[in-house]
């Protein structure tokens, strides 16, 4: 029976090897060791999106094969394609990493950036490029709805 003391381990933070970050009272908020442990959590998930990156360029050389009957061959080429979409995805998010680790060098990470409060520890550390307070990001998810229709 939980007890309630547990630790759940999360994605990212089980991914990086962290526990999830236990503010002392009256801590700074975005001090050096929060910096620090998404630093640690940022770096994490980049080199696991890049090893995954390289697999399937290894993956994609090795599978390669010159398939004599179109519906295998059309049938690998489906699968490349749909490897090929989500290492973009990849890249893409790998870049956005790297944006908010420069934000952490610049000190500029923590806060929204359309009202500048806090965006939270629990939230950053679900989502670490989050560069939006839950608010914001709830009012933008709104203002997209009504765009399309």
């Known amino acids: ?12 933070l089980a991914l990086a ?28 998930w980049r080199d696991q999106l890049r ?6 360029v290894t993956h994609m050389k090795d599978e390669a094969a010159n398939f004599p009957d179109p519906v295998d061959r ?4 489906e699968e490349f394609s749909l490897e090929l979409r989500t290492r973009d995805r990849e890249r893409k998010l790998i870049k956005k990493i ?3 680790m420069r934000r952490i060098e610049d000190d500029d990470f923590g806060f929204c950036d359309q009202c500048g409060i806090e965006i939270g520890i629990r939230r950053l550390e679900a989502r670490p490029t989050a560069d939006l307070c ?14 399309q229709g």
Do not use: W
Request: glycine share 4%; net charge negative.
């Open 74 to 77: 059309a049938a690998q080429e």
């Open 51 to 56: 090893e995954e990156v390289d697999r399937t």
């Open 98 to 100: 790297e944006k908010t």
């Open 17 to 44: 090897g962290l526990a999830p970050y236990q503010p002392k009272p009256d801590e700074e908020y975005m001090n050096d060791a929060q910096m620090e442990h998404f630093r640690l959590l940022l770096k994490a």
């Open 1 to 12: 029976m939980p007890t309630g003391k547990e630790t759940k381990s999360l994605g990212l």
């Open 134 to 147: 839950i608010d914001c990001k709830t009012m933008a998810e709104i203002k997209e709805k009504q765009l």
